[in-house]
């Protein structure tokens, strides 16, 4: 009855230099299905996601231990390709971060660099991403315009659909929402439902309620450990532990 | 009642005193505008103005003299253009190693060094060409002379270098993180991430450095004077010497009497390098206003 896992982590321990941010996490994120994680600031939660795609490699002294596995590959060996791993593992930022190009470049970038040169291909992804992005209705007159005139909501959009562009198996949004109004908010939790059915996804987010909106799984992190998973309607109905049950009702944050 | 007036009366003398301060730059700018204009109106009001513009000749001190500024213009922009060959690469090419190759400890000395080099003083620079560089040259190419517009370019490019270096690894530094983020999490590689995103991004800064090196190259005086041989002839190649507009106020202005029209066409000279140096600022500054609002780092 439980759904396939797509990646799966165990005793992932997660070093900044010195300071261990991740402390022997296991968890497994099933595939199409909306895994949350939330938890207070600082609890590791993003850590956690960026290891997935490994943008931590960006960060100087960090160190990872334990294993992730995707389908039985070893996220974390020397020898996975971390190109081909990002394009199978998309991610959407917290603030929107389109680049200072037009729509449309924003979007062929992913294929261009992917080795795509046919227009014809590069034209119909493009369209087909931006429709499944809710987007198209929005740009389609303008679509050589800079990206950087859309609203923080359409730029947010137009990003996931720049990362629906390179076909990904994974999607991670990392606090998708943070810098966007209540409307624009809610389009990109309605995008996020639609798009369980063909990705697996992964969110962070400070906001409990929208855990509890958007997502089949949750996660509660504090002080990079795992506290409590659950399927979500038992986690915010009856959680296990009480820290959580804590945590859900406000008593700290 | 009467400390309160004494405390706005106080903030006044602030807030004037400092005004005064800050204006006084406009003054002094005007000040220069208004001598340059004023010191050279005699010559072009005796000269027609394309006669010097497009003179071939410079003879100030000869009988009947001429004050044709093309062969200087022309060395100006030719030892210009040369030490562009020079600093662009060169100083490019090391704003992109620090930003995106070098380690922390590299960075944390490079950085430093190059403003060092940018602080060195113009006179050693030339010093330096004339006694070494010049006699190299001279021996290596089989040239007539070392003091050519070849060797002013070279030195000129080597002083103009931490300019484009240390202002373009600025614009680098300027592009958010985000963008080689975004790029990254796409699957790209890092020179994609280069050359596709973070270059193009810092692209009207990276232009900025550029255009005020070339201000810097087109304003030094002390090097040009040094290195670039002096003759005030139209050059033929890069390996004629020169004599610059700069240099030739500077080698000239001690023997022009005062009042005459030499020396006022010396004024001439200037009044032209300070439109020219003008110009790069303005050209300088719309470019860079433009990459300010295209990162999004408001207007």
Same mark, same amino acid.
């Given at each position: 009855m439980a759904p396939e896992t797509k990646i799966s982590a165990r005793d992932v321990d997660f070093y900044y230099g010195r300071t261990k941010?991740?402390?022997g996490i296991s968890l497994d994120i099933h595939s199409k299905q909306v895994t949350a994680l939330i938890g207070p600031s600082g609890c590791g939660k993003s850590t956690f996601i960026r290891l997935l795609n490994r943008m931590n490699d960006l960060i100087p002294g960090s160190k990872v231990q334990g294993s992730i596995l995707m389908d039985g590959l070893d996220i974390n060996h020397p020898k996975t390709d971390v190109v081909e791993l990002r394009r199978r593992v998309g991610m959407v930022f917290q603030k929107p971060n389109?680049?200072?190009?037009s729509i449309y470049d924003n979007m062929a970038y992913g294929l261009v660099i992917g080795g795509i040169r046919d227009r014809d291909i590069i034209e119909q992804r493009v369209v087909t991403s931006l429709k499944k992005a809710a987007l198209y209705d929005d740009v389609k007159d303008r679509l050589h315009d800079s990206a950087l005139m859309l609203s923080g909501g359409q730029q947010q959009r137009l990003c996931i659909a720049r990362c629906l562009v390179v076909e990904p198996e994974v999607i991670l949004f990392d606090e998708p929402c943070a810098s966007l109004d209540p409307i624009s908010t809610r389009k990109i939790e309605e995008l996020i439902l639609e798009l369980k059915q063909d990705y697996t996804i992964a969110i962070v987010t400070h906001n409990m309620q929208q855990a509890a909106r958007v997502s089949d799984y949750t996660a509660f992190m504090y002080l990079g450990e795992l506290v409590e998973y659950d399927r979500t309607e038992r986690m915010f109905t009856v959680p296990k532990e009480r820290m959580t049950e804590e945590y859900l009702s406000g008593k700290f944050g | 009642m009467d400390i309160r007036r004494f405390r706005s009366f106080k903030e006044g003398v602030y807030k004037y005193s400092f005004a005064m301060l800050a204006f006084a730059s406009l003054v002094f700018l005007l000040g220069i505008i208004l001598t340059l204009f004023m010191q050279s109106w005699q010559v072009f009001s005796t000269i027609p103005l394309t006669d010097m513009v497009f003179g071939k000749h410079w003879y100030p001190t000869h009988e009947d003299a001429a004050f044709g500024m093309w062969p200087l213009m022309a060395g100006t922009a030719l030892v210009t253009l040369g030490a562009m060959f020079v600093c662009v690469p060169i100083g490019v090419g090391t704003a992109l190693y620090i930003h995106e190759l070098a380690g922390q400890r590299q960075r944390a000395f490079l950085k430093p060094l190059i403003e060092v080099l940018a602080g060195v003083p113009s006179i050693v620079y030339g010093f330096f060409g004339m006694v070494i560089v010049a006699p190299f040259l001279q021996d290596l =190419?089989?040239?007539?002379?070392? =003091?050519c517009a070849f060797t002013a370019s070279l030195i000129l490019g080597i002083m103009a270098t931490p300019t484009v270096a240390s202002l373009s690894e600025d614009a680098l530094s300027f592009v958010p993180r985000s963008f080689r983020e975004a790029s990254l999490a796409l699957g790209a590689n890092r020179w994609q991430t280069l050359t596709k995103v973070v270059v193009p991004a810092a692209g009207s800064g990276i232009s900025t450095a550029i255009i005020l090196g070339l201000g810097r190259a087109v304003g030094e005086t002390m090097t040009v004077l040094m290195v670039a041989g002096g003759a005030a002839a139209i050059p033929k190649g890069i390996f004629d010497p020169v004599r610059p507009m700069t240099s030739t106020i500077a080698a000239e202005m001690g023997e022009a009497v005062m009042g005459s029209l030499h020396f006022s066409a010396l004024f001439a000279i200037g009044l032209i390098l300070f439109l020219i140096t003008l110009g790069v600022n303005v050209i300088a500054e719309v470019v860079s206003r433009r990459f300010r609002l295209k990162l999004g780092l408001g207007r």
């Open positions: 941010a991740l402390k389109p680049f200072p190009k | =190419l089989d040239i007539p002379t070392g =003091l």
